[in-house]
């Protein structure tokens, strides 16, 4: 599905005043949270390495999992502009919580789980990028080559917090 044919859709698929749609040229903040047109954007339903995070690669060395995540977000975000976000929510940030697509129509949070860049949160997500996570973690993509920490329990840990997941 073309960018402009989702946008459409979700404007006429929800009542008037409902959707709220950020379109634009895409900023990566981490690799889950994007900025548009100084709007925060925090992706729906997944869950990426903070900038901070290192994870283990496998061969027994460790890298910062989450800057070489936002790095493949900004390399993947730039091969097809506008990025469209329909905004979901609103999280306690008060940054928009949004399903974003490139402008060939490619899932930008799909992309992620799908390339091992980010894990499906299935507390919000209620499952929907299991396949894609099941896919990168079969093909050892990304985060999924090696060990590492959950970002949700990396931050729980690093704050002194009890884990959002």
Not at 63 to 89: E, H, N, Q, W
Not at 107 to 135: C, K, M, P, T
Request: aromatic share 8%; with cysteine; charged share 25%.
């Amino acid at each position: 599905m073309k960018a402009w044919q989702f946008i459409l859709f979700a404007l006429c698929a929800a009542p008037a005043g409902a959707a709220e749609t950020i379109v634009g040229r895409a900023s990566v903040i981490d690799a889950d949270t994007i900025e548009i047109r100084g709007e925060r954007i925090r992706l729906n339903g997944i869950d990426a390495p903070e900038s901070w995070q290192r994870c283990e690669d496998g061969a027994g060395g460790e890298y910062r999992c989450g800057k070489d995540a936002a790095a493949a977000l900004d390399a993947f975000l730039a091969a097809s502009r506008p990025t469209s976000c329909i905004v979901v929510d609103h999280d306690r940030y008060r940054r928009a919580v949004a399903d974003c697509v490139r402008a060939d129509g490619s899932s930008v949070n799909g992309w992620l789980v799908a390339n091992g860049w980010a894990v499906d949160w299935v507390r919000y997500s209620h499952d929907r990028f299991a396949s894609e996570q099941s896919s990168a973690q079969t093909k050892k993509l990304g985060i999924w080559r090696g060990q590492f920490q959950l970002p949700c329990m990396a931050r729980a840990e690093r704050t002194g917090n009890k884990p959002a997941c």
